[in-house]
């Protein structure tokens, strides 16, 4: 049996500056619990096979979906259902958590760029 430890959030974040990279810092069965920087736009994709869960830690997150645009401050999530295309966008730098099955990659079917961080890297 595995002896669980607390992830101190703050302290993670601290650990790295890149934005659009996320970093694993935890499992829950075959789900990965990534943090990432964000700042500015991402690529517009879709993920055909996965959900995916956006919580706000610290600062203000747009989801931009084809027909509207939702905004997330600190202390709030959203469930992006697979399927539709979304890009998220934050005007200042922002961070947030994210749970997603594993071996997902961050810009889904959209063409690798600079912006493709692949599964994660472990914190």
């Keep these: 049996m595995n002896n669980p430890d607390k992830i101190n959030l703050a302290e993670k974040f601290s650990q790295y500056d890149d934005h659009w990279s996320p970093k694993i810092v935890g499992d829950l069965d075959d789900y990965h619990i990534k943090l990432v920087k964000v700042e500015g736009d991402f690529a517009w994709h879709a993920h055909d ?12 997150l747009d989801m931009d979906f ?29 961070n947030i958590m994210i749970l997603e099955r594993q071996g997902v990659v961050n810009t889904g079917d959209a063409e690798i760029s600079n912006l493709t961080a692949g599964t994660g890297e472990r914190l």
């Excluded at 096979?49 to 203000?60: K, Q, R, T």
């Excluded at 709030?76 to 730098?93: D, L, N, Q, W």
């Design 66 to 94: 084809r027909d509207r645009r939702v905004t997330l401050q600190s202390g709030e999530f959203i469930v992006v259902p697979k399927g539709p295309e979304h890009k998220p966008h934050a005007a200042t730098s922002c």
């Design 49 to 60: 096979d996965e959900d995916e869960m956006f919580l706000v830690i610290d600062g203000e």
